[in-house]
Every structure is written in structure tokens, then in C-alpha cells.
């Protein structure tokens, strides 16, 4: 290969693992070349909550009185027994080896991250955020944003929550520019398109393809290359290999549009032969793989994301969304206006501290302590209408004029996106129902559908009960011109399957070989099913240690 660049580590994405990567092996005396694809850092964690799950007898663990352990965290993150209330098993599947050796890095890593000039909230660690995070103890601490910008709303937080407010923000701003610091080169809008490897299934990895606003590069990297593009399930492809139903029409997802995760990592890194682990950890139902949309006319509807006119994307997020707080102000109806659900029902949930009461490690009792609950709000959304399609189909939240009114919407630019067609209105349902044309409605809302579900809607209203899903007591009918169709649609968000890594972040083949000179981290690996960004720092940070030695 004839290099336009080289360092001795070449890293790929600056995310909550790229850039602990980058750190690290910079710091270990590499030249480290880092490359973003899209215009500006941070990646979804810049665009988190900033609640970072790190036990195992933290200082933080330690003043408050907490007693933890790497052995605990191990022994929580591959628990056999433990169960959602639908059934779903949270951590029986994760790699020993990979649980492992997150566990004995907790400490490291947070440590690490002060070091590296992280704030956290000057609080007991808690189960705020948490997502499968071990059941024995708190674990969450908060990333604070002081007076970086939120990417959001792209203007700092208010001065008197600036050290108690938890944001991404607050871990990232630092981390970008402790990577600066200690002179990571970094170059954006360089997407990586390929890896290069001796031989395609055999030798060192040598380096990178990267695209370049419309050039081809060639980076080289002397000593290893390391994948932190931050997971799969933006890529309609390659989810579907875990689950069919997801096709095109679950187009909003989390920490989108300020970064994507297309799979871009795994399938280059595949390209060379690296295998996927851990896949149930993908498919299995629970916490945030698929999310309810918590915000509705608008195409990124999660619930804790809220785009702002300020935000650097905002002209491709193009609304904020309605925030919802009270699903008795609308209906759910599918692509023919049929409702499907109990609109109130929950998405899937997930294991953490207190999240099983009475919890004895590896004890069945766990699950016979744990009220079993089929809660299967999503897998109804993702039904379809019997058109042999595998996916579900836009879900539209159907209300009037006053549940606007009852949750303060605002039902106009910047708040929904009517030019995209994710947010509709009109003075009679018939025509509201003849209105929806978007080019993820595969068929026409059948008008008198529409008009029938609202009527017997409003009739359970009258009637205190819905004979059909069971909602609560219905409170409010539908009833008031004007009348809105806001896309409801779920919103997918983490990847919890990937690349096949062992202890030390190597890539592994199909074979069970070390690609040489290949590591992976965070949401592009595999084996180890836990939302979010203490993996993915603490993945970081170990490939970043071992690429560089
Ligand atoms: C709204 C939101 C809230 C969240 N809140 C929390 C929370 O409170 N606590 C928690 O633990 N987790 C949270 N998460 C999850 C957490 O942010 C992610 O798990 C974590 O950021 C994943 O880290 P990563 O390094 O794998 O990917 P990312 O942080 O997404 O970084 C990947 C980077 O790689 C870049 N990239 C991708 N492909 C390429 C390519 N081909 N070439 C070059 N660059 C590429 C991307 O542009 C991106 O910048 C949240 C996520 C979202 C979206």
C-alpha cells in the first residue's frame, strides 16, 4: 500500500470509545491518528444522559459507604437468574472473559476519567440512567457539563445546575480536549470505508480506507487499528439479521442525527474476517434496543433527546417533537387507523440496582420474586397489518385540538415536522386520515378506519373502559377540531451485538484467532450485554492500552 498517512495507532470514531482509545495509546508515547466521518466529535455519548455505570469500589463507591467489587460487578453482569417482568433474561448471555475484564478495569477507568478532567456530581452514586448494570449496588454516577454547550440546545446549562446536571456533554467536552492535549491528530469528515490486512484473511491489519468529501485516503497504521464506530442498528441490513421486522420505517434513532451507527465498523472489520458474538444480546427484549417514541411529529422522536433550533443538526433533525407525559391525550393507530395497544403501555425494561427485589445472586427465586408482566406495547407497534410486510409501519398518535391544549403543545414548526411528513392536521378525521401520505405509509389510511376507531375510542370514554386493549379508564375522547396525526413510530437505539472481541479488545475471526493488530470496543462489539457508555470508555481505554503497547 502507498500510505498518504501513518501513525502508529489509527482510530476510528471519537465516541465514548474512540477517544479513550486515542488518549491512551497517544499517552503510551504512539503518534495516533483519530478519524470522525461526520463534522464534529463526541458521537452518541456526547448526545447521552451522561449517566456512567462504573462500580467495583470506586472513590465515589467508597466515600458514600458503598461496598463493591470487581468480583460483584462480575458476578451481577453474569447472573443466570436474572429476569425482566416480560420474561427476557438480562445477562446470562454475556462473555465471561469480556465481563470480566470490564469488572477489573471499573476502578481504572473512572479514575481515568477524573484524571482526564471529568466532573461527576458530587452525589452517592445511584440507580438514576441505569441499564443493566448489576442489581447488588449503586453504580451510576453523572457526568456534569459545567460550562461546556449541550449538544442539543447548543448553549451551556444554566449556571446553578451547571455541576449537578447530568449530560454527556460533561463527559465528553473533556475528553476532546484531553485528546488534543496529549496530540491525537484528528481529522473529520473522514469516514472510514475499509480495513486493510496483509492478506484478506491472514496477516496484520495495516491500515485504513477512509472517503474524504468525495476522496479516497489510504492511513496507515503501524501497529494496530481500533474500532469504535459505535454499533449496527442504524444499518437496516444488518439489523434486520437480528430482527426481520426492522426495515426502513424505524428511521429515528437515538443520538441521530448527530452521528449514526451503520454498521460501517463491523462490516469492515468482517471484510477481514472478524466474527460476531453474542447475538441474542441484540434481539433479546429489553431495555433500549427499541425504544417507545417518547416524542411524536417529529422523525427522531426519543424520549430523552430534545433538538433545539441552537443544536449544530438541528437543520437535519428539523423539530423538537411533542414530549408526551401523558398517553391519555392521544391514540396509536397503525398505517389502516387501528389502534393496536394500550397507549399507555410500557417499553421493554431492564435490570439495576433495586431492579429485583429481595435479589440473591443466582438464585431462581429472582425470577419467581420478579411480577411477571408480558408488557408487549412494542412487539404489537411492530405487528403490521397483515400485509405479509415484515415491518410494522408507521405508528401515527392520533388527538385534537384539546389534548394540544391539556399538554401545552404547540402544533407548528419548530415543534413538528410538517415538510418531512411526520406531522399532519385537519378539521374533519376523514380528512385527516386521507392527509397521510409519507413515503413510509405503504398504503392509504383507509378514512372511515380512522373515523370507526375514534368513534369506538370515544365510546370506552363514555364507557370508563377500553373492551379492546384494556387502557386505564380512557379519559379523554377526541373529539375537538383541528385533529393530528404525529408520527409515533419506535425509535430504535443501542446495539448490543457485534465484532467478537476477547479481554484485551482483539478482534477475534471465525476461527477463534486474533486478527493481528485489530481491536474493538463499545456498541461495534460484541459479548456483553450492557447499555451505554462505562462499557465502551472502559472497552476504550483497555484497546487504546493494548493497541499502543
Ligand atoms: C440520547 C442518548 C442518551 C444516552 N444516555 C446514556 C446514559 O445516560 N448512560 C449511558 O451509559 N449510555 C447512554 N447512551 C448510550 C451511549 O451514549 C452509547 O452507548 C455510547 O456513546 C456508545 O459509544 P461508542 O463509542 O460505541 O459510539 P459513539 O459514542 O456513538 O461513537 C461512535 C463514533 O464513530 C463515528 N463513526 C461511525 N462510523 C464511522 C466511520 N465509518 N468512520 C469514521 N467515524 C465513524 C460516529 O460518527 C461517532 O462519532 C445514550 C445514547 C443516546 C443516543
Redesign the pocket.
Known sequence: MKWHSEADVVV????????PAAIAAREAGNSVIL????P??????????????LGGGTSAQKKYGIADSPDLVFQDLTDWSVVQPNGAPDYRYNDREIVRAFADNNVSTYDWLLAHGVTFADKAPDER???S?GNSVPR?M?AVPLDWPLA?TGKPVDPAVRATY???AGL?YPLIEAARRAGVETLLE????AIHREDPASGRVTGIE?EHRGTRLSIGARKAVIV????SIGNVNFRRMFDPRLTEEYCG????P?????A??EI?AMAVGAALWGLFNQTGEFG?AITKAGRIGCQYG?Q??NWQPDSKVFDKARATGLFVSDWQNAIMVNMLGQRFYDETGPAFTSNNYNGVKAYVPGSYLNARNVAYNPNNFLNAAMAGIGDGHNGGGPIWAIFDSEAAARQKWVPEPPFVDIDSGFFFSANTITELAAKIRMKYQRVPMPPEKLEATIARYNAFVDAGTDADFGKPKPLYKIATAPFYAAWATPVL???RAGVRINAQCEVIDMQGDVIPGLYC?????GGFS????????CQ?LIAGRNAGA
Open positions: 476510528i470514531g471519537s465516541g465514548a470509545t474512540g477517544l478519524v470522525e466521518a461526520q464534529h466529535m463526541g458521537g452518541h455519548a456526547i448526545t447521552s444522559g451522561g449517566n456512567v455505570p440512567g441505569g441499564i448494570v451510576e453523572h442539543h447530568s449530560i454527556g465528553m473522514h469516514k472510514m470505508t477512509v469504535g464506530t459505535g454499533g434513532l437515538a443520538g441521530m448527530w452521528s449514526d451507527q451503520d460501517s465498523g469492515a433500549y426519543y430523552h433527546l437505539h443501542d446495539t470496543g463499545g456498541e461495534s462489539a450492557q447499555h451505554g457508555l462505562a462499557r465502551c470508555v476504550g
